[in-house]
């Protein structure tokens, strides 16, 4: 991932089908009655009604971009940022907060936003965190992903209180992903790119388990830390990995 920019629709679209579909565990999720399905499908759309709302709410007509993120808080791999405009948002019934979702829901409703809408996708790698810090990252990647885009949006809505270094008119909302459709479809984009990109790390350093805690501070993560120090792909100004001692990678290299 070092140096990687942004990734446009086309390299989204390229990323491996419904990864949970092709090892069985979509067959995990729990089945319902009729009267169950009819009843949920009816939530999914009355909640899908009322982040659309306030999308409208903010830009009446025209293309507007929802930004979001995922990965500012691991110790390893990048910042992940997603752009989304909403084109076919009637397709897209059970979008939300990408947290409140199972990880099935997020693959599936990630294969139908690619499908349904223009998505950008930008990042941030461990050595532009180190160097910039992760506020500026995330910035960064944000931009990055909307810079992505196939069209260029008339209104930019981002999750939080940031603001881009893009000359568009744009707004940061707090838990945008709770409150906008096109952030919410943004910040599934986000979580899935990245959580793939962290399986394929688990490839190449399968000491660390990243397929598992996806970087994250976990217990698991953090006794890898201590057995073999950081590598490569670890966040060197992040507390835990700073005062971790040198593993086999860095020793290599001295």
Same mark, same amino acid.
């Given at each position: 991932?070092?140096?990687? $920019?942004?990734?446009?629709?086309?390299?989204?679209?390229?990323?491996?089908?419904?990864?949970?579909?092709?090892?069985?565990?979509?067959?995990?999720?729990? +089945?319902? !009655?009729?009267?169950?399905?009819?009843?949920?499908?009816?939530?999914?759309?009355?909640?899908?009604?009322?982040?659309?709302?306030?999308?409208?709410?903010?830009?009446?007509?025209?293309?507007?971009?929802?930004?979001?993120? =995922?990965? $500012?808080?691991? #110790?390893?791999?990048?910042?992940?940022?997603?752009?989304?405009?909403?084109?076919?948002?009637?397709?897209?019934?059970? %979008?939300?907060?990408?947290?409140?979702? @199972?990880?099935? +829901?997020?693959?599936?409703?990630?294969?139908? %936003?690619?499908?349904?809408?223009?998505?950008?996708?930008?990042?941030?790698?461990?050595?532009? *965190?180190?160097? %910039?810090?992760?506020?500026?990252?995330? $910035?960064?990647?944000?931009?990055?992903?909307? #810079? =992505? #885009?196939?069209?260029?949006?008339?209104?930019?809505?981002?999750?939080?209180?940031? /603001?881009?270094?893009?000359?568009?008119?744009? /707004?940061? %909302?707090?838990?945008?992903?709770?409150? !906008?459709?096109?952030?919410?479809?943004?910040? *599934?984009?986000?979580?899935?790119?990245?959580?793939?990109?962290?399986?394929?790390?688990?490839?190449?350093?399968?000491?660390?388990?990243?397929?598992?805690?996806?970087?994250?501070?976990? =217990?698991?993560?953090?006794?890898?830390?201590?057995?073999?120090?950081?590598?490569?792909?670890?966040?060197? !100004?992040?507390?835990?990995?700073?005062? @971790?001692?040198?593993?086999?990678?860095?020793?290599? #290299?001295?």
């Amino acid at each position: 991932m070092n140096g990687c $920019r942004g990734f446009g629709v086309k390299r989204v679209k390229d990323l491996p089908v419904n990864e949970y579909e092709r090892d069985g565990s979509a067959n995990e999720a729990p +089945s319902f !009655s009729k009267g169950e399905s009819s009843s949920r499908e009816t939530a999914r759309r009355e909640c899908l009604g009322r982040l659309l709302e306030f999308d409208r709410d903010i830009l009446a007509s025209g293309w507007m971009a929802g930004v979001d993120e =995922a990965g $500012r808080g691991p #110790l390893a791999g990048p910042v992940v940022a997603a752009a989304v405009i909403l084109e076919r948002a009637n397709e897209l019934a059970g %979008i939300n907060d990408s947290k409140k979702l @199972s990880p099935v +829901s997020r693959e599936k409703l990630f294969l139908k %936003i690619v499908r349904h809408a223009l998505v950008g996708v930008g990042t941030a790698d461990e050595r532009t *965190i180190d160097t %910039i810090n992760i506020y500026e990252a995330t $910035r960064l990647a944000m931009k990055r992903a909307v #810079l =992505a #885009l196939p069209h260029t949006p008339a209104f930019v809505l981002i999750d939080g209180p940031l /603001r881009l270094d893009l000359p568009l008119p744009q /707004r940061g %909302i707090v838990s945008g992903d709770q409150k !906008s459709a096109s952030v919410a479809a943004a910040s *599934i984009v986000a979580k899935v790119f990245r959580d793939r990109w962290m399986k394929h790390l688990h490839g190449l350093y399968p000491a660390y388990a990243f397929h598992a805690h996806k970087g994250y501070g976990t =217990a698991e993560h953090l006794e890898a830390l201590q057995a073999f120090g950081p590598c490569p792909v670890h966040r060197r !100004s992040f507390a835990p990995v700073a005062f @971790s001692e040198k593993g086999p990678f860095e020793k290599a #290299l001295t």
